[in-house]
């Protein structure tokens, strides 16, 4: 079972990579972040292909894929919807947002005010829109993917930290090294490589995949060493807040993932160490010192792994 869900899971990320070069650690942990049922933020300049990792990521799951160009006149209803009078049926009629999609393509998402930002609380949390008393369920799987550009701050609002505790993730794309960047002018010089992308999954199939990835087994003594690494984050004398218990169900649920992808039924302590920076630096405020400094949270977050020596994981025994 392990090695078909294994199989699966690679199907995807080489589909993926039909379109995104050199990028196999962001494809494989946006890969990861589906299958753990969690949404991701991606904070990076533009032009270095953060909307076709969506597209593509949409693409081969055969999920619906919608886009949002966040901006200052952004609504909350011009997200979730908006209920319109029908004068033929005498009555008022939800017209649901983009969020009613599988995959959402939230671009540029702090431009948007923070009242438009708040109005994806709901919908990231509780996978449903709540209007006029009524709540409608958003299409499943679902995933929210934003996007920030770290270096242009004028006519921004910074994500408040309830949002930001929302993503499971978050991670960059970078710069192609120049080999890579000459593979990508040859697949695009005719073409896009986008529109030959095929599903290798279905919404049922992918269902399924993200049921077993949580039956990934996960011993007492990760479940302790992750719960540790987070309480590091809050107890670090540069670090002002730390990641909250949602920290430690990230670092759970891509864990798993990422020993599904490797074609195991277990996780093991590297499988948490890899997936560490990306689950928990955005979770973190240093402090104005640290941050003077020019000291990242990334870089917090290798300190902690570094310091906090892992256990020996375990393989689920079975009677």
């Not at 942990?29 to 933020?41: F, I, Q, R, S």
């Not at 930001?164 to 695009?188: C, H, K, M, S, T």
């Not at 990422?258 to 499988?271: F, H, K, Q, S």
């Amino acid at each position: 079972m392990a090695t078909t869900t294994a199989n699966r899971i690679s199907e995807i990320i080489a589909n993926i990579e039909t379109v995104m070069v050199g990028k196999r650690e962001a494809v494989s942990l946006a890969v990861a972040a589906l299958l753990a049922d969690g949404h991701m933020l991606i904070d990076d300049i533009p032009g270095v292909g953060k909307t076709t990792l969506a597209q593509s990521l949409a693409r081969s799951v055969h999920g619906e894929f919608k886009r949002v160009q966040f901006t200052p006149d952004l609504l909350p209803s011009d997200l979730t919807g908006v209920s319109i009078y029908d004068p033929g049926r005498g009555e008022f009629v939800f017209r649901p947002g983009p969020v009613f999609a599988n995959i959402v393509l939230a671009d540029e998402i702090n431009r948007a005010t923070p009242k438009s930002q708040a109005a994806l609380l709901e919908c990231m949390e509780e996978r449903q829109v709540s209007a006029d008393g009524v709540s409608y369920p958003v299409p499943r799987p679902f995933m929210i993917i934003a996007t920030e550009n770290p270096i242009e701050y004028e006519g921004t609002y910074s994500l408040p930290e309830a949002e930001l505790d929302r993503f499971l993730l978050r991670i960059r794309l970078g710069y192609p090294r120049p080999a890579e960047e000459v593979e990508i002018l040859n697949r695009q010089r005719v073409r896009h490589p986008l529109e030959t992308v095929e599903p290798v999954l279905d919404a049922p199939g992918l269902l399924e995949l993200q049921h077993t990835v949580r039956e990934t087994y996960l011993d007492d003594s990760l479940k302790n060493y992750i719960v540790e690494l987070v309480n590091a984050t809050r107890t670090h004398p540069d670090v002002a807040l730390g990641a909250s218990p949602r920290g430690s169900l990230a670092l759970m649920r891509l864990s798993q993932a990422l020993a599904a992808t490797e074609g195991r039924d277990y996780v093991i302590p590297e499988d948490i160490r890899s997936v560490a920076v990306a689950a928990l630096a955005h979770r973190m405020n240093l402090t104005p010192d640290r941050q003077m400094r020019g000291v990242s949270a990334e870089e917090v977050v290798q300190e902690i792994l570094e310091n906090q020596p892992a256990p020996l994981g375990k393989r689920k025994v079975v009677a």
